[in-house]
């Protein structure tokens, strides 16, 4: 199984709503990461977790909170959201071992903030 | 710190030729990885091909080849016999290796958006 799941595929919510990002991995990797994309842009680094620990963060704001309960999973709960958070959220999982560790996406979720 | 640089915004190829996607980069690691990423409309990035500061042959992966020239710090992907499903942005990315260990951040190019015509 080489494929990084994520539900759902589309998301619309308020800035007043609470909702969650899922993803998934079933290859072994233990590090996960959370990107943000704009239209037209690169991916933008948000968190990484290594041995389901934070390793990594962006200096992404609050409203942005990951969670990495095993190591096949990975959250990002989402709260109090601007309109300019609207973007697809990308996860993707690695190896940390020696080696070329590609990355592995999954296809994203857009997220639309009214 | 790293810096990924993609001059071609979009690029044009007539199917079954080949083409180039250039990529510079800029870093003081000494030792790093050069990836490239292949993003189609519907969003998913596919990593197409990677190449080591220490490998010594240009990589290659199928259709995809790299092609790796240190002194220069260039890191251009050359997609031969263009197919219409090539269509789609391309991303080169770079991330350090630091003892041993290479995951972590990746830095991206503004990527080159590449469309194959029939």
């Known amino acids: 199984d080489t494929e990084v799941t994520q539900t759902p595929k589309h998301l619309v919510m308020g800035m007043t709503n609470k909702k969650s990002l899922k993803c998934e991995q079933h290859m072994g990797h233990r590090a996960m990461y959370w990107y943000k994309q704009k239209a037209k842009k690169p991916p933008e680094l948000m968190f990484v977790y290594s041995y389901e620990k934070l390793s990594i963060n962006e200096s992404v704001p609050s409203r942005f909170s990951p969670e990495c309960p095993n190591s096949s999973l990975l959250n990002l709960h989402l709260h109090a959201l601007q309109p300019e958070d609207s973007a697809l959220y990308l996860c993707?999982?690695?190896?940390?071992?020696?080696?070329?560790?590609?990355?592995?996406f999954g296809p994203g979720t857009r997220l639309t903030v009214l | 710190a790293q810096k990924i640089t993609q001059t071609q915004p979009g690029m044009f190829v007539q199917e079954k030729e080949a083409v180039t996607l250039d990529c510079t980069y800029d870093t003081s690691d000494p030792s790093y990885g050069l990836f490239w990423y292949k993003q189609p409309s519907s969003g998913e990035m596919i990593f197409l091909i990677y190449q080591g500061s220490y490998d010594q042959q240009n990589a290659t992966e199928g259709r995809y080849s790299l092609n790796f020239q240190k002194a220069r710090k260039s890191a251009n992907l050359v997609i031969s016999a263009s197919q219409l499903g090539d269509s789609a942005m391309y991303f080169c990315a770079m991330r350090a290796i630091v003892g041993g260990t290479s995951y972590g951040k990746l830095t991206f190019g503004q990527g080159t958006i590449l469309t194959v015509h029939p």
């Open positions: 993707a999982s690695s190896q940390v071992t020696s080696g070329r560790n590609e990355q592995f």
